[in-house]
């Protein structure tokens, strides 16, 4: 079966980066575009950062512009996200996910990770 798995969540202070890894299994991971998405409690799910499955194409939601960076190592079938200048707001479970689509919607995504959580103290 699928299997997507994220680490690297942890509490960090306001102003300082962390960085997230999602390690995929079960599936030809080259194929998938892969996404991040986070959801803080009560809230909607949101679309963090979107990458091709080449790397040749990202999308960043409006407030991760300038400060996150999606990569992904197709030959280690991982997919990161380095997140800089952190913020109280950034506070929330980050997912990753894979689909067939180039999409900014979550509903467009196939697989999805458990989740890693993030806490950023101000």
């Known amino acids: 079966q699928v299997q997507l798995v994220e680490s690297g969540g942890q509490l960090v202070q306001a102003g300082g980066s962390l960085t997230l890894s999602c390690v995929a299994s079960g599936l030809l991971f080259s194929s998938y575009v892969m996404g991040w998405f986070r959801q803080s409690p009560g809230k909607d799910r949101d679309l963090v950062a979107v990458?091709?499955?080449?790397?040749?194409?990202?999308l960043y939601g409006d407030s991760m512009k300038g400060r996150f960076t999606i990569s992904r190592d197709n030959a280690k079938n991982t997919v990161y996200l380095q997140m800089n200048s952190l913020k109280p707001e950034d506070t929330a479970v980050y997912y990753c996910?894979?689909?067939?689509?180039?999409?900014?919607?979550?509903?467009?995504?196939?697989?999805w990770g458990q989740g890693t959580e993030v806490t950023v103290s101000s």
């Open positions: 996910a894979a689909g067939l689509s180039y999409a900014t919607k979550d509903m467009l995504y196939l697989y």
């Open positions: 990458i091709s499955t080449n790397s040749g194409n990202t």
